[in-house]
């Protein structure tokens, strides 16, 4: 089998339209011009590795974080034991297989700060999906289900330092008490669904997947256990440097509002989706004043 190769996405839509669906249901994903027309191309979306993103700060703030609350629990202990298990802690987060993949979401359509900071400073596109069209895959498992495999779809909670402190020192202790591999993992997922509460405007969601590693430290084909997704492959970034990432099968975007200082018109955007076979697409512009 192609490990790049993935299976058309399910949908779980009661085929509604448009205009039926609920605003509580449209999750919308900014991005730039390049990443659009590949969606609309190719009906995929790209998970990339946290540290990648534009994000990828708040990936290095958690393990700094993380390093802060361990190393003074190091210094006082006394006990041989829980020292080689908070070590095994250390390795574990510092090694590629402790990153996840991220696709990133907000509830709120027309927002500077996310058309600044995702859609190519104003330039790009911000697409809305149903949210129910990604309940299943073509296998028809729930999120849920997909969860203990090491793939969930969550809300983004806010926090202060402080607060994420708290829960991560809580989380330590509870793996002291009874140290498994699993609970490393749980700590990882806390930390990374939480960002500083001055980016609470954002409303973020995530589609998260942590990858499986043979012994080699290679990514094992997630095809085998989600057919909706691709192996790994790697992309140029436009800052220099190598991206790496899956495709995952989505479907089309609802609804897709122009970028306020994309020179793009509605005709055009339109003219290009009627092309493409999608004339049901409803194409806005920003009412955002941005240039």
């Given amino acids: 089998m192609n ?16 205009e039926q669906i609920p605003e509580c249901l449209l999750y919308y994903h900014y991005c730039d011009a390049v990443a659009f ?22 990936y290095i703030l958690l393990q700094k974080t993380l390093k802060e609350i361990i190393d003074p629990i190091v210094d006082k202990l006394d006990c041989p034991e829980r020292e080689k298990h908070l070590n095994a802690l250390r390795r574990v987060l510092a090694m590629n297989s402790s990153y996840p993949y991220l696709a990133s979401f907000s509830r709120v359509q027309d927002r500077l700060s996310q058309w600044t900071r995702y859609a190519n400073d104003g330039s790009g596109f911000s697409l809305a999906f149903n949210s129910e069209e990604f309940e299943c895959n073509q296998s028809g498992h729930k999120w849920e289900e997909h969860r203990l495999c090491g793939f969930e779809f969550s809300r983004v909670l806010y926090r202060s330092i402080q607060d ?15 140290p498994t591999i699993y609970k490393i993992y749980n700590l990882v997922r806390l930390a990374i ?26 990514v094992i084909n997630p095809n085998t256990d989600f057919d909706f997704l691709s192996g790994i492959d790697f ?37 290009y989706l009627h092309q493409k076979g999608h004339s049901d697409l409803i194409v806005k512009k920003s009412s955002s004043p941005y240039r």
Avoid: W
């Avoid at 027309?37 to 708040?58: P, W």
């Avoid at 994420?164 to 009874?178: H, R, S």
């Avoid at 140029?236 to 994309?262: A, D, T």
């Fill in 3 to 18: 490990e790049n190769k993935v299976k058309p996405f399910s949908y779980c839509s009661k085929n509604l339209k448009t």
């Fill in 37 to 58: 027309e590949s969606i609309v191309r190719h009906k995929c979306i790209y998970l990339s590795r946290a540290d990648f993103m534009n994000d990828g700060l708040e």
């Fill in 164 to 178: 994420l402190k708290e829960q991560l020192t809580g989380k330590i202790e509870d793996y002291l008490e009874e």
């Fill in 193 to 218: 669904g939480i960002k500083h509460e001055t980016f609470s405007e954002e409303e973020e969601l995530r589609i998260t997947f942590y990858p499986r590693y043979d012994p080699n430290g290679r």
């Fill in 235 to 271: 992309r140029v970034s436009r800052k220099g440097g190598l991206i790496p990432y899956f495709k995952m099968q989505c479907p089309l975007p609802r609804i897709v509002m122009i970028g306020p200082k994309n020179p793009m018109t509605v005709d055009q955007v339109e003219f």
